[in-house]
């Protein structure tokens, strides 16, 4: 029998979990769980400067693993620091575990120094949340966190720890349990056979079929299942904002990302189908345009873990509650045993339909006569320099959008964006929590001038645990996103939707101690590329690039509108 | 319509403000709402009458069950059930009036439990559509205070909510 503080219960218990990784920030409640930290070297801790940035870079780790992201702050300012990071993985499902220092058990409740109700905080924006209430309860606790985080739809778990539940002097008997039982948790294990037996019947006798994946795809490691569906059937696949790379982003069959800044090919597609399979994706407003226009002559299927996601921004015709994975294994297995395959000759008339959509926008944009790059090239020239093949994170803006547009994701897990919530910030956080797991891989972050500057105070964590990321700024000098729907919306009204004062962004990095590069004309570009993933290579290289600030992102759907209401330019409407 | 939702909860620290939350943060509207422990120690039974069209109360459901702490629900107004709210009731009864209260209350099976020189309290149990319509039959206007349960309601037949 090993008795151990409530402090080293936490650490040995969360090294068990399989954590190699706590990103965190110390403070007054949880000084004897640092102590504990301390005095071992199994879970190594990284101190970022922000306690937003630990949730964020915990996240960007948990997107890239698949594996939970272990965030730890102290109570009060530390713990409401980190909501923002805790909604951005809520909405996101992302397997999450934050443990948050609370006051002493006996001043809970007095308004006592740094006291804040963390648990009534968080409560609308986790999956599950836990205040420990005896020492003892700890390893129990973080295993059940660890569970609930990683299964069934994952998410953010919160352990409330109040400081007198790790007295280092208060010893008590360690169990970490072998099995986590939780009799009101059961997470679905597979699909109902009838109901992927009527989908599949569906499927084979679809005449304008689409696959639209979502991130579920993702989430569930299931991407192979999904090419291997898509290929088979021959039929076209869309992804969502949050599904990239779940089909290779080049593709045959790939149509692009749909809705409001979706291909046009893809959608046309889901405009005109008769049969949408909808594979671990939300039906989210920002896919779907008007919800009494979506998709008028489809026969819906929709297969997601979560059964409060089917029906409920669209009523589908066959629901399959499930892990994307054994049901995908289901449907494959129902099509060996069939007899039938897909009509051909319609599915070929399809395609050729689908091909000639595919010439009417193709993503063009009017590159500048003069050296002023568009965003869009940039972000085409950063694929060529990384082969397609980098872990790209982004923040929340046009150049988001351009990077997703552009950037052609062939693997998952490679696209790092907070789709949900649209977090500006994240995007260099989670570059640094991607990096510092994969030291070998490329790991760009895609920002803009205005969101690298909501979490712009990580550098110092980068220098102070080599962290070598590359920031590709697309600086526009304005909050482009914001401007842009000025543009279109407000006649040209810029209401605060530019930066005045924006820093020497070379020197601010160099203040850090990393490496700036300035990138004002498109000749410049090539250069800077090379430099920045050859002879900087295990340096943070931040490339502050100008681009055009009148460019909009296009397509883009006409609010209110049909899946097929866009604009493809300035001028140019469906 | 109208909805009974009926659920077994953990009984924990927490967990009734997780059911309420939800509520409030989904724009979900509660009319009445009542949690007790039941025999077994673990677990509360919470009872609450909610409205909307189907579509609504499937996501309510939906999004109840996925509370860690949400064991078992049922929609009780689905099938043949029982419902019950007590109401304690304080009316003005002075003169002829307390003899035409006494037999109305007489007629609702409500009783008199507790008599003043010119107030009743009266005990009434029934549906929500009974207590309202002996609140009628009374007269709104000699009510002084009234304080209802809500509703509780269980299913008719073999059918138990339970482990
Ligand atoms: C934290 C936060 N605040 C505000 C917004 C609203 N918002 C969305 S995009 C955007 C502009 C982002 O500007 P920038 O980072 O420069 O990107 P750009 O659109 O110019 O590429 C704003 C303010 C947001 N998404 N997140
Ligand atoms: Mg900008």
Redesign the pocket.
């Known amino acids: 029998m090993e008795l151990l503080s409530g402090g080293e219960m936490l650490v040995r218990a969360l090294h068990e979990s399989g954590v190699e990784y706590i990103y965190g920030y110390p403070g007054g409640s949880l000084l004897h769980v640092y102590d504990a930290l301390y005095k071992q070297s199994a879970v190594k801790h990284v101190l970022v400067r922000h306690e937003q940035a630990a949730a964020h870079m915990a996240d960007g780790y948990a997107r890239a693993t698949g594996k939970p992201g272990v965030v730890m702050v102290t109570s009060g300012p530390g713990a409401t620091n980190t909501i923002?990071g805790i909604a951005t993985a809520y909405t996101d499902s992302i397997p999450m575990v934050v443990i948050s220092g609370q006051v002493m058990s006996y001043l809970v409740g007095d308004d006592a120094f740094q006291e804040t109700d963390m648990l009534g905080l968080s409560r609308p924006i986790v999956k599950h949340s836990f205040a420990v209430r005896r020492p003892e309860d700890i390893p129990e606790i973080v295993a059940k966190a660890f569970h609930i985080a990683s299964t069934g739809r994952p998410g953010p778990v919160v352990i409330d720890i109040p400081k007198d539940m790790t007295m280092p002097n208060e010893r008590y008997e360690y169990v970490y349990p072998k099995k986590v039982k939780l009799r009101s948790y059961t997470p679905p294990q597979r699909g109902h056979s009838g109901q992927i037996k009527k989908a599949v019947e569906l499927l084979l006798k679809a005449k304008r079929p689409v696959i639209y994946a979502g991130g579920g795809v993702i989430i569930d490691g299931s991407s192979d299942k999904l090419r291997a569906l898509v290929d088979r059937l021959d039929f076209p696949c869309t992804n969502t904002l949050m599904g990239l790379g779940s089909y290779p982003g080049t593709g045959e069959r790939f149509v692009g990302m749909l809705g409001m800044h979706g291909t046009y090919e893809a959608n046309m597609v889901m405009h005109h189908s008769d049969v949408v399979l909808a594979i671990g994706a939300r039906f989210d407003d920002r896919v779907t345009n008007a919800t009494s226009k979506f998709c008028p002559d489809a026969k819906i299927i929709h297969i997601d873990i979560d059964p409060s996601c089917i029906s409920k921004t669209i009523i589908v015709d066959v629901p399959i509650v499930g892990p994307v994975g054994n049901v995908l294994d289901e449907m494959m297995a129902l099509l060996d045993e069939s007899n039938e395959v897909p009509d051909a000759e319609a599915i070929a008339s399809w395609w050729k339909q689908i091909n000639e959509w595919r010439q009417r926008h193709a993503m063009r944009y009017e590159k500048n006569d003069s050296q002023l790059m568009k965003?869009q090239e940039v972000i085409e020239a950063i694929w060529t320099a990384t082969k397609g093949d980098a872990y790209v994170t982004s923040?929340?803006?046009?150049?988001?959008m351009?990077a997703a547009q552009y950037y052609k994701f062939d693997k998952p897990n490679r696209w790092i964006n907070s789709g949900g919530l649209?977090?500006?910030?994240f995007g260099f956080p989670a570059a640094m929590g991607v990096k510092m797991n994969f030291p070998d891989e490329m790991v760009v972050c895609v920002?803009?001038?205005?969101?690298?500057q909501?979490n712009i105070q990580e550098l110092s964590t980068c220098l102070q645990y080599g962290i070598p990321v590359k920031i590709l700024c697309?600086?526009?000098g304005?909050?482009?996103?914001?401007?842009?729907w000025q543009d279109m919306n407000y006649e040209g009204r810029h209401s605060h939707?530019y930066?005045e004062s924006l820093p020497d962004f070379i020197r601010l990095v160099e203040a850090y101690g990393h490496v700036g590069i300035r990138v004002t004309e498109r000749d410049q570009l090539p250069q800077a590329l090379e430099d920045t993933f050859g002879k900087y290579n295990d340096r943070l290289v931040f490339l502050d690039v100008a681009v055009d600030p009148e460019e909009h992102v296009y397509p883009m759907q006409v609010p209110q509108g049909s899946m097929r209401d866009m604009w493809l330019s300035k001028t140019e409407r469906t | 319509m109208r909805h009974i939702i009926s659920i077994l909860l953990e009984n924990e620290p927490g967990a009734l403000s997780r059911v309420v939350g939800l509520f409030a943060q989904r724009g979900y509207n509660i009319e009445t709402l009542t949690v007790a422990p039941t025999e077994d120690k673990t677990l509360s039974r919470l009872t609450m009458t909610t409205t909307g069209d189907d579509r609504k109360i499937e996501q309510i459901t939906k999004q109840l069950n996925k509370l860690i702490e949400v064991v078992k629900l049922v929609d009780l107004s689905e099938g043949p059930h029982i419902e019950r709210e007590l109401m304690l009731i304080k009316v003005k009864a002075v003169g002829a009036q307390r003899a035409e209260i006494k037999r109305t209350a007489d007629i609702f099976r409500g009783q008199i439990v507790d008599v003043s020189a010119s107030v009743y309290t009266i005990q009434l149990t029934g549906t929500s559509d009974k207590l309202e319509a002996f609140i009628e039959a009374i007269g709104a206007g000699c009510v002084l205070e009234t304080v209802r349960t809500g509703v509780s309601g269980i299913s008719r037949g073999e059918k138990i909510l339970s482990l």
């Open positions: 923002t965003p923040d929340v803006g046009q150049h988001q351009f649209g977090t500006m910030g920002t803009g001038e205005g969101s690298i909501m697309l600086n526009n304005s909050l482009g996103m914001v401007r842009q939707s930066m």
